[in-house]
Structures are given as C-alpha cells and as structure tokens.
C-alpha cells in the first residue's frame, strides 16, 4: 500500500478512536485522560523531516482541538512533538538506521528497548506540554506531576497495546 495513503488512513482512524471513543471515557480517578492519537506521528517514517512532521502535528492537533473545543491545547503539544522527535531518533538509533526513508518507528525495526524509550520520552513531553497549557500555573504541583504521569502511563500502555495488536514488525535491523 501507498505510505501517503496508509498514512492518511492513519491519521482518520488515530483520530476517530480518539473522538469517539477515548474522549468519551470520564477521567480515570482525576488524573488520568487516555490518549492515542499523537502515535500516529510516533509512527511516521523515519526520514520524514522536521518541518513536515510539525505540520503534521499541527493539523493532527488542531483537528482534535475542533473536535474537543479545546483552543489550541492539542495543536500545540502536537506541534512540539512532531519538531523534537527527530532529535530524539538521532539520539536512539544509528545515522544509518534512522536514514532509512521507508522504515518507520516501531518495536520490529528499533527494538523493544529504543523503541520502548523513543514512546516514554516523546510521550512524557507531549503530555506535559499539554497539562501545562491545560492549567498555566503549577497551582498544586503533586497532582499536576500525578496527572503528567499517570496519564502518559496510560498512553503509553495503549500504544503497547496497539503496536503488539497491530504487529508491524517490518525489517528488523
């Protein structure tokens, strides 16, 4: 299949799932608000640029902000996720692996370790970013932290989840 149109695939259903289900389940004991639709960009192709991959995360966040009538709080985190995220493959992988134009991120092509570390990482920031434009002040700060945690756990865990339904093992390195 076309990456331009498994992508663009993608990024309906990431948003969907998002819409119509997760965003209907009430926040779990105060904290935590589970997430999925930021994997799409985890799983964009490895030689996908910087500038492309801010913009995609910009239109991904921004139609989830028309959705959840949130002004720019998804758009945002979706903007700086997309614009780190090359720095944080050049940080796990080998110039070698992560040239490679047609690969994309996932446990098959880095490993459980890389890959593991590359959703912790980009997860945290996306979800700090995002509580921390939620609330704009540090007001309580355990329970900002709590959130922040709590909820990257879980979107984590789903994005485990999916990646091991999903099995997209592709080349192994």
Known sequence: MNNILKNSIRFVLFLLIQVIILNEVPPLHQYITPYLYFAFLLWLPFGT?????????????YCLDLFTNTPGLHTAAGSLMGYIRPSILNLLLAQETSE??????????????PYAVYVLILTFIHHFYLVLLEWLQFGNFTYFIGKVFATSLLSVLLIFVVELVMNRRKLKR
């Open 49 to 61: 640029n910087r500038i492309t991959l801010t913009i995609i995360g910009f239109v991904l966040g």
């Open 100 to 113: 490679e134009i047609n690969k994309e991120p996932s446990a098959g092509t880095m490993g459980w370790g």
